[in-house]
């Protein structure tokens, strides 16, 4: 990519719904630039629980119908969802309404190519450089709207097929955060041996406004706690568009992204997958873990989009995220977490695992997340005046790193510190976050 993303950040377009950059007008411009670009004649729709959802979509496929393409809308679906249908239907692309973890005011756009794969940072930039003309085709052909409420159960059955039965385990809660797999999780238990054991479904009564708010993946506490207060052996908690998992083990303790890469990458080594692709943000204790299993890791700026590239460069069949997304190439094609929780369940089974000692036997380095929040644009910040200060510090980490990026879907500059010692990561966390302020 020669040139910068205006409008596009690490997952689509985002921003405070009906205002900005996120107002029905610019929805309807998206979806005709996007039919224009993809020359799309069958794309799907999907959704999360967001009470600006249902005024995005018609706008957004109003644009894709004013160019002659029909619109398949799945309603409330997870954003992996989408993706399955697309390639269900043989559809030329889809697109996702949602801001995933970010609070009920905020929303998005994303879109999908015709292999259910986000598109790439080249291809958002030719859908933005035909958004600055805004010009309507001069065909008179409108295509189609189809409610298809089906394709909700489809993924769901389809997720629930990749169990082994003797996998599922009883007294299992999963936390739906108020979000796209409120509606799908239902399906899936009822479909599996989930429906004959002990099974608690949370934050799945949505209204518009409760979406990840104190549940799910950013409020960890709230599955946690049920856990323990319920006697719970395990439970699962997604975001607003189920894109990620995180997991509570019996004694409410988190199993982050990296340990499932962990698990899985141990699974899927059975069957040949010797690489594993992690983001600049794992910690450094999982190379280290997957190294003693012979398997080698590669790393990738953050975003599942360049998980996913580097997994086709360097032909690795597992990917992912401290923060939940993982993609298993042979079962998806983007983040997934409802797939994500039924391969975890596999590869425990297979491997005779014990859950309840994960997070004691992983032994993860130090590491501190500190987030500043930008008061200039993002493309604004002087990352080079910043890289230099952080090459002043770097030397003093030993088997260590410092990292720092501006979001892709927040105005935050990120300041990650990882080292073999606390007081090490805790002394330059501080440090860090008081010089580049005036950064920000």
Request: glycine share 10%.
């Amino acid at each position: 990519m020669t040139r910068e993303r205006k409008l596009f950040g690490t997952d689509g377009v985002r921003d405070l719904a009906n205002s900005g950059n996120m107002t029905p007008e610019l929805a309807l411009r998206l979806g005709r630039a996007f039919v224009q670009f993809t020359h799309a004649k069958r794309i799907v729709i999907g959704s999360d629980t967001r009470i600006s959802g249902r005024m995005l979509e018609g706008a957004l496929y109003s644009g894709m119908s004013s160019e002659g393409a029909d619109v398949y809308t799945a309603g409330i679906i997870p954003t992996p969802g989408v993706s399955y249908a697309v390639k269900a239907l043989n559809a030329d692309g889809g697109a996702v309404i949602s801001a995933s973890h970010n609070p009920a005011e905020y929303n998005g756009i994303k879109f999908l190519g015709p292999d259910g794969c986000k598109l790439s940072d080249d291809d958002e930039l030719a859908v933005e450089d035909i958004l600055a003309h805004d010009h309507r085709s001069t065909s008179h052909n409108i295509g189609r709207i189809f409610d298809s409420p089906e394709l909700v159960t489809d993924y769901a059955k389809h997720i629930a097929s990749l169990l082994n039965p003797e996998a599922a385990i009883d007294k299992t809660a999963f936390d739906c955060a108020n979000g796209a797999s409120a509606k799908s999780v239902p399906v899936l238990v009822q479909s599996t041996k989930f429906s004959r054991l002990k099974t608690s479904i949370i934050e799945k009564d949505y209204d518009g406004l409760n979406i990840n708010r104190q549940c799910g993946v950013m409020h960890m506490a709230n599955l946690t706690g049920f856990v323990k207060e319920n006697g719970m052996n395990i439970g699962f908690a997604f975001d607003g568009d189920a894109d990620r998992v995180l997991i509570s083990d019996k004694n409410g303790r988190i199993i982050d992204g990296d340990i499932i890469l962990w698990v899985l990458g141990r699974w899927l080594k059975r069957s040949g997958n010797d690489k594993v692709v992690v983001t600049v943000m794992s910690n450094m204790a999982l190379e280290a873990h997957l190294a003693n299993e012979g398997i080698k890791t590669l790393r990738c700026p953050v975003g599942d989009r360049y998980v996913l590239e580097t997994m086709r460069e360097s032909g690795a069949g597992l990917g992912g995220e401290q923060s939940g997304h993982i993609i298993a190439g042979k079962f998806t094609s983007t983040g997934d977490g409802l797939c994500t929780a039924m391969l975890f369940l596999n590869a425990v089974h297979d491997l005779d695992e014990d859950v309840s000692t994960l997070v004691d036997r992983f032994g993860r380095y130090p590491q501190r997340l500190t987030n500043l929040t930008l008061k200039r644009p993002r493309e604004a910040v002087d990352m080079k005046a910043i890289d230099v200060i952080v090459s002043e510090y770097q030397e003093k980490v030993t088997n260590g790193r410092i990292f720092i990026r501006t979001s892709g879907t927040e105005p935050l500059l990120r300041i990650l510190v990882e080292a073999p010692e606390n007081d090490t990561v805790t002394e330059l966390s501080e440090i860090l976050s008081s010089r580049l302020e005036e950064y920000c």
